[in-house]
């Protein structure tokens, strides 16, 4: 027996108990539909001239009804009389390859067949200007020689700065459409800047008038769609900062604090930008961001299916098991953390053989001296919040939330290599 699992096995696991969490959760009926409709009275779709060449952005994961809201857009634009292509626009993502980029697209569903469009992906780029702040800002090569650009957004907090605008449309247009050029650019003063750049940068992209039309998307609690707006291009700059504040208003919560102990089952790109929304946990990378709970140890057990090797964010755990560091692509991972100048968010933590010792690990450094004391939960992973796994020592607090259903105690499941079923 190693040295590591004699010193774990014995730590007792605390007794748990299953809840559900209900959250506001507002909902369109029919998005697509409701898309579709705003796009055939948008000033922008007025504009279109018969064979206009128009680039749709795509790239952001974890969005609700992308492949169908992508593909709604395309229709949309060629009815109109339009020529679309879609290009991905994600910055240094996907191993910042041309190639990497495409894959990361059709994993998401967003493939030329279910488009109805081609997919031109590219880290060539072009400089367009320079912002306020001097520094120069870049696109996609073939979005810039389209006749018309859309993107396409979800609105949400970002994990690394605050700003006016955080993760959206301006974003989309100032950094996801400069590839690894212009996400190089942007981050290269550090995160307490990134803000600051955006306001400064998007000025030149707005100038030339070559935005048809923006759609940005709110999602509830639960991810589903609650919003989707068609933006006309004057509409952005203000209208995404009141898209923020509500989006703000709907995030979902961790509803204990503190925590001794968060065991998350798998942390992913496909899940948050960081692995794990640290908006959610509140681990953060960068010294400017704050708030959430005060959690003091959190393991994570798995890669999401959808990530690729991509671990970025693992740097904000202590514990991880050895099926994460196995399936950790440096190649996939270390771009976007050297892009955005953030080495924090993927330094390896603590690798524990399996799951059982990876939150044994978690709870023997909780500095709790009774094991029926340690504040304790269990989420599947940041976007999934509506059910949960606590210890019997939050049940008094669960039950005094109106929030909150009890569902009654659970036994600990393991396999025989200590992981969990």
């Not at 400089?127 to 696109?139: K, S």
């Not at 994570?300 to 959808?306: D, E, G, H, M």
């Not at 964010?313 to 202590?318: A, R």
């Not at 603590?350 to 094991?371: E, G, P, S, W, Y």
Request: hydrophobic letters at 40%; a negative charge.
């Amino acid at each position: 027996m190693s040295v590591i699992r004699a010193m774990l096995e014995s730590v007792p696991l605390p007794r748990i108990a299953k809840i559900t969490q209900k959250f506001d959760c507002p909902y369109m009926d029919d998005p697509i539909a409701a898309l579709r409709a705003r796009i055939a009275v948008s000033e922008g779709i007025r504009r279109l001239k018969q064979g206009d060449i128009v680039a749709v952005t795509a790239g952001s994961r974890g969005i609700h009804k992308l492949p169908e809201i992508t593909r709604e857009i395309v229709r949309s634009i060629r009815e109109a009389g339009g020529v679309p292509f879609i290009f991905p626009a994600m910055g240094s993502h996907g191993g910042a390859t041309a190639e990497g980029q495409r894959h990361m697209l059709e994993s998401m569903g967003l493939t030329e067949e279910f488009l109805e469009a081609s997919i031109k992906s590219s880290m060539e780029t072009v400089e367009i200007g320079r912002g306020r702040n001097g520094l120069p800002v870049y696109q996609d090569k073939f979005a810039r020689e389209a006749d018309w650009i859309v993107p396409v957004n979800r609105i949400k907090p970002h994990t690394t700065f605050r700003g006016k605008y955080e993760s959206g449309i301006v974003k989309m247009l100032v950094i996801g459409m400069g590839k690894q050029h212009g996400a190089d650019v942007c981050h290269s003063l550090g995160p307490e800047h990134i803000g600051q750049n955006l306001e400064d940068m998007i000025g030149v992209v707005m100038a030339e008038d070559r935005v048809l039309f923006a759609v940005a998307s709110i999602e509830n609690a639960g991810h589903g769609v609650t919003a989707l707006e068609v933006l006309e291009a004057h509409q952005i700059l203000e209208r995404e900062p009141e898209l923020l504040a509500e989006v703000n208003r709907l995030i979902p919560s961790i509803p204990f604090d503190p925590l001794d102990v968060l065991v998350i089952d798998e942390i992913g790109k496909d899940i948050s930008g960081t692995g794990a929304d640290v908006n959610i946990i509140g681990r953060y990378t960068t010294p400017t961001m704050n708030g959430g709970p005060r959690i003091a140890r959190v393991a994570a057990l798995n890669l999401s299916s959808k990530t690729g090797g991509n671990a970025n964010g693992i740097g904000v755990m202590d514990f991880v098991t050895r099926k994460i560091f196995e399936r950790m692509s440096f190649e996939e991972t270390y771009p976007n953390s050297l892009t955005t100048t953030v080495p924090g968010s993927v330094k390896v933590p603590m690798v524990l053989d399996n799951d059982r010792l990876a939150i044994q690990a978690a709870l023997k450094t909780c500095n709790r001296a009774n094991t029926e004391d340690i504040r304790f939960m269990r989420i599947r992973n940041t976007m999934s919040l509506s059910e949960m796994i606590i210890s019997e020592s939050l049940l008094r607090e669960a039950e005094s939330n109106p929030r909150i259903s009890l569902c009654g105690f659970v036994e600990w499941k393991f396999d025989e290599d200590g992981n969990l079923k």
